[in-house]
């Protein structure tokens, strides 16, 4: 069993709403691009577009993928013994890791496990990204346990993808 003081965050992608303009999307991208490239920080033109799609109003039609990360979330909640939980975005979507991390600590969290949506290694948010903001938040935080519950065992993940297609044989 889980104990109080112990959070857990379920982080995914993140999806672009249907209804956001594409070209503040272009402009969001290039810009990051752009600055990753050239190892600097978050412009404040980047920061802008970064919080204005990731605040943008969305529904089940818009944004698919948060509705289906909340149901996952939803069906994962019961099953955590009353640890706090929270929903975390690498990009697109709100929270951030760093919010939800933050938001788990001010309501007592002393030991935090994030957990990805991400299953297979070589993805950048995976493997890198997520690995970056936990260790600034380690920096940050140095009285709070962090862990990232990745990699994967490939062997587990494949014998749950195994069982869901019996379910459709």
């Not at 802008?48 to 799609?53: H, V």
């Not at 519950?149 to 019996?166: F, R």
Request: aromatic share 8%; glycine share 8%.
């Amino acid at each position: 069993m889980l104990e109080d003081n112990k959070g857990i965050i379920l982080v995914g992608h993140g999806g672009i709403p249907k209804d956001y303009p594409g070209d503040l999307v272009t402009k969001l991208k290039r810009l990051e691009a752009q600055r990753r490239a050239a190892g600097q920080p978050m412009s404040a033109e980047e920061l802008e577009l970064d919080t204005k799609i990731r605040t943008w109003p969305r529904t089940p039609e818009t944004d698919p993928y948060q509705a289906g990360l909340e149901a996952l979330a939803s069906n994962m909640r019961p099953l955590l013994h009353g640890a706090l939980f929270a929903i975390a975005y690498n990009e697109f979507c709100g929270p951030t890791l760093q919010e939800a991390v933050e938001d788990l600590i001010k309501q007592g969290a002393k030991s935090i496990t994030v957990v990805s949506t991400m299953f297979t290694p070589g993805g950048s948010h995976s493997e890198y990204e997520i690995p970056e903001v936990m260790q600034e938040l380690r920096h940050k935080h140095p009285d709070i346990v962090l862990h990232y519950a990745w990699p994967y065992d490939l062997s587990q993940v494949s014998t749950m993808l195994v069982e869901h297609i019996a379910t459709f044989s």
